[in-house]
C-alpha cells in the first residue's frame, strides 16, 4: 500500500478514537444522564422515584433492661441489645402534582412496613423484654419542662392510668412495644387521670383505640401504612439537572420557622431519595429530612468497590453545636448546646429526644459510661453513603438513628425518685439499601458500554497513530531509495615530461535527476 494512503488511513483512525471515543461518546454519556434523571411524567426514573420497585431494609434494636428494680433504687442502668427486628420498608410517593411553570412536583409519603421473620435472626416479635415506658417517660419530662408544679398531680394519674406502676418499666411483647400498642386506661373517672387523658384525647392520631376510652401506645403502629400529613415540593431537574430532588417547600413553606438562624431553616439539598448524577469527591451529599427538621451533609471520605462497581464513600454526622458555629441555633438554647453527635428533638418533635448515634458511636464517653452495654463500632453505627459518582446510584446506603432521654430523680415521682442522672438509650434504628441485582444487570449494561467504547477509544488511538508513524517511516524510506550517489568526473593533468597524462580522480557522483556533463577534454587515445 502507497504511504500516502496508508498514512490517511491511520490518521483517520486517530481522529476517530480522539474525536469520537475521546471526546464526543462522553459527551454525548454525560447527555444522555443528564436527561434522564430528570423527574418528567412517564419516565422510568420518575417511576423509580415515586413507587421504589423494591424495599428498604428497616432495623429496629431495643435496649432491653436487666436491672429494672436496682435503677428504680438508683443504680446505673444496665442494657443488652436485642435485634434486629427486620422489616420490609415500603416508600411510596402518593398525589402527585406536576407545576410546569417552576419545574417541581409536590408529594406525600405513604410508608408501610412488613415484619420480615427471614431476616429477623429467629426474632419474632414476641420476645418478653423489659424497657421505660416511652409515653410515662415523655409525659413526665414534658411537665417538667413545661408545669414542673403539676407533678403532684401526674404522681396521681400514673397510679390510676397505668394501674400504680412499681417502676416506670414495664414487661411487655416487642410487637407490642413498636407496633401493636400498649394499653391505657382512660376510662377512669378520678380528676388527675381525667386531666391527662383529655389531653391525650387531643393527639388521638398518635394511638389505636378500641372506641371505649381504652388507648394503646406504640412507636410505630400509627404510621405503618398511613400516608404522612407533610406535604413535600422537589425540583424535577428539567431545566437543570443539578436541581433534582432539591427541596424547595414544605407544607407550602419555603423555609422553616423553627429555628432561631435562617441558614438552619432553609431547605438545603434534595429529598434524600435521589441526587444529581455526575457526582465528584469534592461535591458534598447534602439532604433535608422533615422527620428530624433539618438538613444533613455527609462528606467524601474514601474510594471503594461496591458489587465490582467503583464508588465514592460519603460519612456524616450528627454535628457539634457547642464547637460549630454555623450549627450553634440546633442548640436547645444558645447557653445549653449538646456536644458532637448529640441533637436534642424536642423542638422538631415535640418529645424530649434526644438524637444520637447508635452505642453513642462518635460522643463524649461520659455519655457511654452513665450504661452498661455500649459498644461503639464504626462499621455498625456510623452513618455511610457509598455512590457510584457517575449515574449518582446509591450503591450501598445506610443511615443510624439512636432515640435517648435525659432522665434523673424526679422527687415528686414515687417510680422515678431516685432515679440515676443519665442520658438513657432506648432504641435505634437503621434504614439502608444495597443495590438488587436486578440493577446491577441494568447499571452493568451502561458500563459494559462505556467500558467498549473505551477500549475502542485506545486501540483506534494506538493503531492510527503506528499506520501514520509506520507510513511516514516508509514514505521517508521510499524517497531515499530515488537518490543515486556517484563521484563527479573532473580530469586532472600531470605535467610529463615525456608527455601529458590524463589522471580521473578515484570518486564521482552522477545524479539521476539531471543528466551528467561530460568532461570535454576526455582522452581519445
Not at 403502629?221 to 433534582?244: F, H, T
Amino acid at each position: 500500500m502507497k504511504p500516502l494512503k496508508l498514512g490517511i488511513i491511520g490518521g483517520s483512525v486517530f481522529v476517530f478514537g480522539v474525536l469520537f471515543c475521546a471526546v464526543f461518546f462522553p459527551l454525548f454519556m454525560r447527555s444522555q444522564i443528564k436527561k434522564q434523571i430528570a423527574l418528567k411524567p412517564g419516565s422510568e426514573i420518575r417511576e423509580m422515584w415515586s413507587n421504589f420497585p423494591f424495599p428498604v431494609d428497616f432495623r429496629i434494636y431495643l435496649f432491653n433492661v436487666t436491672n429494672p428494680d436496682e435503677i428504680t433504687a438508683g443504680a446505673k442502668p444496665i442494657l443488652k441489645e436485642v435485634g434486629p427486628y427486620f422489616y420490609d420498608e415500603y416508600k411510596h410517593k402518593v398525589n402527585l402534582v406536576d407545576r410546569e411553570e417552576d419545574d417541581t412536583v409536590e408529594y406525600n409519603v405513604k410508608i408501610t412496613w412488613v415484619f420480615n421473620p427471614s431476616r429477623s435472626n429467629g426474632l419474632t416479635g414476641d420476645e418478653i423484654l423489659v424497657m421505660p415506658h416511652i409515653l410515662i417517660l415523655t409525659i413526665v419530662k414534658l411537665t417538667l419542662m413545661q408545669q414542673p408544679s403539676a407533678m403532684g398531680l401526674i404522681n396521681k394519674a400514673m397510679d390510676s392510668i397505668f394501674k400504680k406502676p412499681n417502676s416506670v418499666f414495664v414487661r411487655a411483647k416487642a410487637k407490642d412495644i413498636l407496633f401493636e400498642g400498649l394499653p391505657i386506661d382512660c376510662t377512669v373517672k378520678d380528676f388527675a387521670g381525667s386531666a391527662v387523658c383529655s389531653q391525650l384525647k387531643q393527639q388521638e392520631d398518635q394511638f389505636r383505640t378500641d372506641g371505649k376510652g381504652n388507648y394503646y401506645f406504640s412507636m410505630f403502629g400509627m404510621r405503618n401504612g398511613s400516608v404522612l400529613p407533610e406535604r413535600i415540593r422537589v425540583l424535577r431537574g428539567v431545566k437543570n439537572y443539578k436541581d433534582v430532588g432539591r427541596v424547595t417547600e414544605l407544607d407550602g413553606e419555603k423555609k422553616l420557622s423553627l429555628w432561631p438562624e435562617d441558614h438552619c431553616n432553609e431547605f438545603n439539598g434534595t429529598d434524600s431519595t435521589i441526587f444529581p448524577p455526575l457526582m465528584t469527591e469534592k461535591d458534598d451529599i447534602v439532604s433535608f429530612s422533615p422527620e428530624i427538621c433539618r438538613s444533613m451533609g455527609a462528606q467524601f471520605s474514601h474510594k471503594v468497590t461496591v458489587k465490582g462497581f467503583k464508588a465514592l464513600r460519603y460519612t456524616a454526622d450528627l454535628g457539634d453545636g457547642s464547637t460549630r458555629p454555623m450549627e450553634k441555633c440546633y442548640c436547645p438554647s444558645p447557653e445549653n448546646c449538646l456536644t458532637k453527635n448529640l441533637y436534642d428533638m424536642y423542638k422538631c418533635l415535640k418529645v424530649p429526644f434526644v438524637g444520637s448515634l447508635p452505642h453513642f458511636y462518635g460522643s463524649e464517653q461520659k455519655y457511654r459510661d452513665m450504661v452498661d452495654g455500649m459498644h461503639p463500632d464504626e462499621e455498625k453505627h456510623g452513618i455511610a453513603l457509598d455512590f457510584e459518582p457517575l449515574t449518582a446510584t446509591p450503591l450501598r446506603a445506610y443511615r443510624r438513628l439512636q432515640f435517648n432521654m435525659f432522665l434523673g430523680p424526679v422527687a415528686k415521682l414515687r417510680i422515678m425518685k431516685n432515679f440515676p442522672e443519665c442520658l438513657y438509650p432506648i432504641f435505634w434504628l437503621e434504614e439502608g439499601i444495597v443495590i438488587p441485582d436486578e440493577f446491577v444487570s441494568k447499571l452493568s449494561t451502561v458500563f459494559l458500554v462505556k467500558n467498549i467504547v473505551g477500549i475502542v477509544k485506545w486501540i483506534t488511538i494506538v493503531l492510527g497513530a503506528g499506520v501514520s508513524v509506520g507510513a511516514g517511516a516508509l514514505y521517508y524510506k521510499n524517497r531515499e531509495k530515488n537518490k543515486l550517489e556517484i563521484t563527479k568526473v573532473a580530469p586532472q593533468l600531470q605535467d610529463n615530461k615525456n608527455g601529458e597524462e590524463k589522471k580521473w580522480p578515484s570518486k564521482m557522483s552522477i545524479s539521476t535527476v539531471q543528466s551528467a556533463s561530460v568532461p570535454p577534454s576526455l582522452d581519445k587515445d
